[in-house]
C-alpha cells in the first residue's frame, strides 16, 4: 500500500472519530436541554457543565449553566456564568439583566447599575431602568443607615445546610417550619432533580426536638410523592392546617433520548395548590382540596388565616390579578365554605410578584413584593386593613430586608418573630433568622434654663418645614422619590422634636369625586405611615384629604390635561403645624 494511500486512510479515520466525537457531543446537549424543559436543573447542569471543558464553548451551554445556578438559587455562580455569557457577541440581552440581578443579590450595587443600564438600554425600557436603579440606591442607602430598632440572628437550632424556611408558630407547640433536609432514609432515595436535594417536607420543632410532623397513612402517601409540601399555617386552635403542595402537571410527551425509542417523559409545569388537614391524636390527617384548586390553569398556595378565622388569605396567579401573582382572599361563609376569591387590591398588589402572606394577631398582613421599591429580590412589607381596604404598605428595611429575597415575616406582636432570607453568609440555602425589635426613644432636648415664654419656640424658620411627594395615578404607595423627600423631612423633625407637621393630599380629575376623597385619605394615611416608621412620633403628624381640590394644574378642559399636568395635581404637600404644647 502506497505512503499516499495510508495517509487518505488515516485522514479519514479521523474524521469519522471527529463526526462521532461531535454526535456525541450534540446527543449530551439534548439530553440537558430536555432535562432542563422538564426543571431538572441539577441533572441538566452537570451535563452542561461537561460541554464547557473545551477551549470555545457554546454561549448557550454557558447561558444555560448560569439559568441552571440562577434557578437552583446560587446567585455567586450564577453571577460568575453570566459575566462569561456576556462576553460572546451573540450573547442574549436578557443575560446582562440576569447579571445585573446576581450582581445585586451579592450587594456588588455598583457593578449591578452598570448592567443594569446596558440591559434596559438596548430593550427601551427607561421607566423599569429607573425603577432598578432606585433599588440599588435604596439598597446603599438603606444598608449605610440600618433599622437600629431590630436584632437579627440566625437560629441555629432551624438551620442547617439545607434550605430551611416558612416558620409558623404551632398552637403552643412551639413552630412549623418547611425544609429539603433528608429526614430517613426513604428522602435519601428521593431526590428533586431541579436541586439534587430531598423534596421539601414539614418539620416541627420545640425546644426538645425537631421531628417530622406527624402524618397519618394518607398523609404519609400525600407527602412521601414527588412533590414539595410547604409552608402550612393553623388555626388558632392548632387543629386545622393549611397545606402548599407543590405539584407537577403534564404539559405533553417529550423523548428524553433519541437513542431509545421506547422511553418518554412528560414535560410538565409546575404548580401551587392548598390541602386542608385535621389533627387527632397528635397525628395530621383527613386531606381535604381547597376549592378554587385549579392546577391547571394556575397556582394556589402559601395560606393564612385572619385570627379570627373567617378570611383565608393566599398566593395565586389566578386571572383577573394586577400583574404575576398577587394575595387574593376568600371569606369564610355561614355553612362553613370559602366564599369566591377576591384580589386583596393594587394597594398591596402590583405588576410584579406578591407572594408569602402572613397574618399578625392584630389581624395586620405582612407579605414579600419585588414589584414595591425595595432593595432587591422580594423585600417584605407591611400594610393595615383587610381584605381590599390597606394602608399603603412599609417597607421593613435593611437588617431585615436585603438585597436578596426577604419573606415569610413571623410575628405575633411585632416585637419579635422570625422571618426568612436566602442572602449572603446563611448556613445553607434559605434560612431562617429570629428577631427582636425595640422601637427607638425619640431625643429630647434639653429644656432652656429659664421659660422666657408659654408656647415653645421653633429653632428654624417655620417656611423652611415645606415638602411636597408626588404619586402615580390612582396609586398611594410612596415612591423612591417621594420617600427621598420624606427621609429628608424625617431628619429635620428629629432634630427639631416639638415640631408638628400636616399632610394634606390630593388627586388628579381622572375619576368621581367621592372616589378621589378616598384616594387623597389613603395618600395621607400613606406618608404618615412612612414617617412614623422612621420614628416620627404619630401627635407629630396630622392629616387632610381633599380630592380634586386646589388643582396645580386647572386645565380649561381636563381631558385635554397633558399627563405631566395630572402628575403635579396627585401630591400630598407637608406644611409646619406649630408645635406641641
Same mark, same amino acid.
Given at each position: 500500500m502506497?505512503?499516499m494511500?495510508?495517509?487518505?486512510?488515516?485522514?479519514?479515520?479521523?474524521?469519522?472519530?471527529?463526526?462521532?466525537?461531535?454526535?456525541e457531543?450534540?446527543?449530551?446537549?439534548?439530553?440537558?436541554?430536555?432535562?432542563?424543559?422538564?426543571?431538572e436543573?441539577?441533572?441538566?447542569?452537570?451535563?452542561?457543565l461537561?460541554l464547557?471543558?473545551?477551549?470555545n464553548?457554546?454561549?448557550?451551554?454557558?447561558e444555560?449553566v448560569?439559568?441552571?445556578?440562577r434557578?437552583?438559587?446560587?446567585s455567586?455562580?450564577?453571577?460568575?456564568?453570566?459575566a462569561?455569557?456576556?462576553?460572546?457577541?451573540?450573547?442574549?440581552?436578557?443575560?446582562w439583566?440576569?447579571?445585573?440581578?446576581?450582581?445585586?443579590?451579592?450587594?456588588?450595587?455598583k457593578?449591578?447599575?452598570?448592567?443594569?443600564?446596558?440591559?434596559?438600554?438596548?430593550?427601551?425600557?427607561?421607566?423599569?431602568?429607573?425603577f432598578?436603579?432606585?433599588?440599588?440606591?435604596?439598597?446603599?442607602?438603606w444598608?449605610?443607615?440600618?433599622?437600629?430598632?431590630?436584632?437579627?440572628?440566625q437560629?441555629?437550632?432551624?438551620?442547617?445546610?439545607?434550605?430551611?424556611?416558612?416558620v409558623?408558630?404551632?398552637?403552643g407547640?412551639?413552630v412549623?417550619?418547611?425544609?429539603?433536609?433528608?429526614?430517613?432514609?426513604?428522602d435519601?432515595?428521593q431526590?428533586?432533580?431541579?436541586?439534587g436535594?430531598?423534596?421539601?417536607?414539614?418539620f416541627?420543632?420545640?425546644?426538645d426536638?425537631?421531628?417530622?410532623?406527624?402524618?397519618?397513612?394518607?398523609?404519609g402517601?400525600?407527602?412521601?410523592?414527588?412533590?414539595?409540601a410547604?409552608?402550612?399555617?393553623?388555626?388558632a386552635?392548632?387543629?386545622t392546617a393549611?397545606i402548599?403542595?407543590?405539584?407537577?402537571?403534564?404539559?405533553g410527551k417529550?423523548?428524553?433520548?433519541k437513542?431509545?425509542?421506547?422511553?418518554?417523559?412528560?414535560?410538565?409545569t409546575?404548580?401551587?395548590?392548598?390541602?386542608?388537614?385535621?389533627?387527632?391524636?397528635?397525628?395530621?390527617?383527613?386531606f381535604?382540596?381547597?376549592?378554587?384548586?385549579?392546577?391547571?390553569?394556575?397556582?394556589?398556595g402559601?395560606?393564612a388565616?385572619s385570627? +379570627?378565622g373567617?378570611?383565608? #388569605?393566599?398566593? /395565586?396567579d389566578?386571572p &383577573? $390579578?394586577? %400583574?404575576?401573582? =398577587? *394575595?387574593?382572599?376568600?371569606?369564610?361563609?355561614?355553612?362553613?365554605?370559602?366564599?369566591?376569591?377576591?384580589n386583596?387590591?393594587?394597594?398591596?398588589?402590583?405588576k410584579?410578584?406578591?407572594?408569602f402572606?402572613?397574618?399578625?394577631?392584630?389581624?395586620?398582613?405582612?407579605?414579600?413584593?419585588?414589584?414595591?421599591?425595595?432593595m432587591?429580590g422580594y423585600?417584605?412589607?407591611?400594610?393595615?386593613?383587610?381584605?381590599?381596604?390597606?394602608?399603603t404598605?412599609?417597607n421593613?428595611?435593611?437588617?431585615?430586608?436585603s438585597?436578596?429575597?426577604?419573606f415569610?415575616?413571623l410575628?405575633? +406582636?411585632?416585637?419579635s418573630? #422570625?422571618f426568612? /432570607?436566602?442572602?449572603? &453568609? $446563611?448556613? %445553607?440555602?434559605? =434560612? *431562617?433568622?429570629?428577631?427582636?425589635y425595640?422601637p427607638?426613644?425619640?431625643?429630647?432636648?434639653?429644656a432652656?434654663?429659664?421659660?422666657i415664654?408659654?408656647?415653645?419656640k421653633p429653632?428654624?424658620?417655620?417656611?423652611?418645614?415645606?415638602?411636597?411627594?408626588y404619586?402615580?395615578?390612582?396609586?398611594?404607595?410612596i415612591?423612591?422619590?417621594?420617600?427621598?423627600?420624606?427621609?429628608?423631612?424625617a431628619?429635620?423633625?428629629k432634630?427639631?422634636?416639638?415640631?408638628k407637621?400636616?399632610l394634606?393630599s390630593?388627586?388628579?380629575?381622572?375619576?368621581?369625586?367621592?372616589?378621589?376623597?378616598?384616594?387623597?385619605k389613603?395618600?395621607s394615611?400613606s406618608?404618615?405611615?412612612y414617617?412614623v416608621?422612621?420614628?416620627?412620633?404619630p401627635a407629630?403628624?396630622?392629616?387632610g384629604?381633599f380630592?380634586e381640590?386646589?388643582?396645580?394644574?386647572?386645565c380649561?378642559?381636563h381631558?385635554?390635561?397633558t399627563?405631566?399636568?395630572?402628575q403635579?395635581?396627585?401630591?400630598?404637600e407637608?406644611?409646619y403645624d406649630?408645635?406641641?404644647?
Amino acid at each position: 500500500m502506497s505512503n499516499m494511500k495510508k495517509i487518505q486512510i488515516f485522514l479519514v479515520l479521523i474524521q469519522c472519530v471527529t463526526l462521532v466525537s461531535a454526535q456525541e457531543q450534540l446527543s449530551k446537549k439534548q439530553l440537558a436541554d430536555k432535562l432542563f424543559e422538564r426543571y431538572e436543573y441539577y441533572k441538566a447542569l452537570n451535563l452542561y457543565l461537561p460541554l464547557t471543558d473545551k477551549n470555545n464553548p457554546d454561549v448557550r451551554v454557558v447561558e444555560r449553566v448560569a439559568d441552571c445556578y440562577r434557578l437552583m438559587n446560587d446567585s455567586k455562580n450564577a453571577g460568575n456564568w453570566y459575566a462569561n455569557a456576556i462576553t460572546y457577541y451573540n450573547a442574549q440581552a436578557i443575560d446582562w439583566y440576569y447579571y445585573a440581578e446576581a450582581l445585586l443579590q451579592n450587594n456588588k450595587l455598583k457593578e449591578a447599575r452598570t448592567q443594569y443600564t446596558a440591559y434596559y438600554n438596548s430593550v427601551g425600557k427607561p421607566e423599569e431602568l429607573q425603577f432598578k436603579l432606585a433599588t440599588c440606591d435604596s439598597a446603599a442607602k438603606w444598608m449605610a443607615a440600618p433599622n437600629k430598632g431590630y436584632t437579627i440572628n440566625q437560629d441555629k437550632k432551624l438551620n442547617g445546610i439545607y434550605a430551611e424556611w416558612g416558620v409558623t408558630y404551632y398552637g403552643g407547640n412551639g413552630v412549623v417550619f418547611t425544609s429539603d433536609r433528608i429526614a430517613g432514609s426513604e428522602d435519601a432515595k428521593q431526590t428533586d432533580n431541579r436541586t439534587g436535594n430531598a423534596y421539601f417536607k414539614l418539620f416541627r420543632a420545640n425546644k426538645d426536638s425537631v421531628l417530622l410532623l406527624p402524618m397519618s397513612s394518607e398523609g404519609g402517601k400525600i407527602f412521601n410523592g414527588d412533590y414539595h409540601a410547604g409552608p402550612a399555617t393553623f388555626n388558632a386552635a392548632a387543629d386545622t392546617a393549611w397545606i402548599t403542595i407543590t405539584t407537577t402537571v403534564p404539559r405533553g410527551k417529550l423523548p428524553v433520548d433519541k437513542r431509545d425509542k421506547g422511553s418518554h417523559q412528560r414535560l410538565y409545569t409546575r404548580r401551587l395548590m392548598l390541602m386542608m388537614a385535621t389533627e387527632k391524636d397528635g397525628v395530621w390527617g383527613i386531606f381535604k382540596n381547597f376549592a378554587y384548586n385549579n392546577i391547571k390553569a394556575y397556582s394556589v398556595g402559601h395560606a393564612a388565616l385572619s385570627p +379570627d378565622g373567617s378570611l383565608l #388569605y393566599f398566593t /395565586s396567579d389566578m386571572p &383577573g $390579578g394586577e %400583574g404575576g401573582t =398577587d *394575595i387574593w382572599y376568600c371569606q369564610k361563609q355561614s355553612d362553613g365554605s370559602w366564599g369566591k376569591p377576591a384580589n386583596c387590591g393594587n394597594t398591596i398588589n402590583t405588576k410584579g410578584d406578591e407572594a408569602f402572606p402572613v397574618i399578625r394577631n392584630d389581624g395586620d398582613l405582612e407579605f414579600s413584593s419585588d414589584g414595591l421599591p425595595g432593595m432587591g429580590g422580594y423585600d417584605l412589607f407591611e400594610a393595615k386593613g383587610k381584605m381590599a381596604e390597606w394602608s399603603t404598605p412599609v417597607n421593613h428595611r435593611y437588617p431585615v430586608n436585603s438585597t436578596a429575597d426577604d419573606f415569610y415575616f413571623l410575628t405575633a +406582636d411585632g416585637l419579635s418573630g #422570625y422571618f426568612s /432570607s436566602n442572602r449572603a &453568609g $446563611g448556613a %445553607g440555602n434559605d =434560612d *431562617i433568622y429570629s428577631f427582636k425589635y425595640q422601637p427607638q426613644a425619640q431625643p429630647v432636648m434639653p429644656a432652656p434654663p429659664t421659660v422666657i415664654v408659654s408656647t415653645p419656640k421653633p429653632l428654624f424658620d417655620p417656611q423652611d418645614i415645606h415638602a411636597i411627594i408626588y404619586y402615580d395615578l390612582d396609586k398611594s404607595n410612596i415612591r423612591p422619590d417621594a420617600a427621598a423627600e420624606l427621609d429628608k423631612l424625617a431628619e429635620v423633625l428629629k432634630a427639631n422634636p416639638l415640631v408638628k407637621v400636616k399632610l394634606a393630599s390630593y388627586t388628579d380629575v381622572r375619576a368621581s369625586g367621592n372616589y378621589n376623597i378616598g384616594l387623597s385619605k389613603r395618600r395621607s394615611e400613606s406618608a404618615i405611615a412612612y414617617l412614623v416608621k422612621q420614628g416620627i412620633a404619630p401627635a407629630r403628624l396630622s392629616a387632610g384629604w381633599f380630592g380634586e381640590e386646589n388643582l396645580v394644574a386647572d386645565c380649561p378642559d381636563h381631558s385635554s390635561c397633558t399627563e405631566a399636568q395630572h402628575q403635579l395635581n396627585r401630591r400630598t404637600e407637608v406644611v409646619y403645624d406649630g408645635v406641641l404644647k
